[in-house]
Each structure stands twice: as C-alpha cells, then as structure tokens.
Nanobody, 122 residues
Framework: QVQLEESGGGLVQAGGSLRLSCATS????????MGWFRQPPGKQREFVAG????????YYADSVKGRFTISRDNAKNTVYLQMNSLKPEDTAVYYC???????????????WGQGTQVTVSS
C-alpha cells in the first residue's frame, strides 16, 4: 500500500504562484510513476502533469505547459507541482496519484491522495 498526502493549496491572485507537494509513504516511492490531476467545480477530473519512475520524463496537459513544472525527490518520497502564472481557470481540487506508468486517465493510477484546494481569484 502507498499513502499520499497533498499540501500547499490555497487562495492566490491571478498571475501568482503556488507549489503543491505530495508526500508518500509505504512502498518505495521511486518505483511509482506519479501524476497530478485536478477537478474543477462541476467538472470531471483531468490530467495536469506526470513524471515517470525511471528517467523522470515529464508530461503536461496543453493547458498548463510552460506554466507548471512537475518534479520528484526520491530521497524525500515527495512529488511537487510548481504552478506559475496562475489563472482563474486553474481553480480546482488538485490530486496526486501513483501508478505504474504515466497516463492521462485517472483509471491508470492505483493510489490517490485526498486532494488540496487551489483557488485563483481574478
């Protein structure tokens, strides 16, 4: 089993930045691909970014490319999402997830955190 816990969400003005963290415990963190998803109010959960378990290759949704950066620290068992130039449409609950490979669909991930709210005001 793997436990995931997100932190770092909050309220920020448009154009601002936040860094989300996802701390993991349980099975070796380095063996998991990690992803960040978000769920805006009244909408489905959507892929934001992912990072592989080996080379650390990264993948992003088109809507966040150039603004968000995913990274991982295997020594700290933590994955991060640095979010810059935030927009009101980035408002959502953000979830981290662990799986075997990076995929753009929630069904591909085995483990999920509880989520952290990010609100961007205009």
């Amino acid at each position: 089993q793997v436990q995931l816990e997100e932190s770092g969400g909050g309220l920020v003005q448009a154009g601002g930045s936040l860094r989300l963290s996802c701390a993991t415990s349980g099975r070796p963190f380095s063996s998991y691909a990690m992803g960040w998803f978000r769920q805006p109010p009244g909408k489905q959960r959507e892929f934001v970014a992912g990072i592989t378990r080996g080379s650390g290759s990264t993948y992003y949704a088109d809507s966040v490319k150039g603004r968000f950066t995913i990274s991982r620290d295997n020594a700290k068992n933590t994955v991060y999402l640095q979010m810059n130039s935030l927009k009101p449409e980035d408002t959502a609950v953000y979830y981290c997830a662990g799986g075997v490979v990076v995929r753009g669909t929630p069904e591909a991930y085995d483990y999920w955190g509880q989520g952290t709210q990010v609100t961007v005001s205009s």
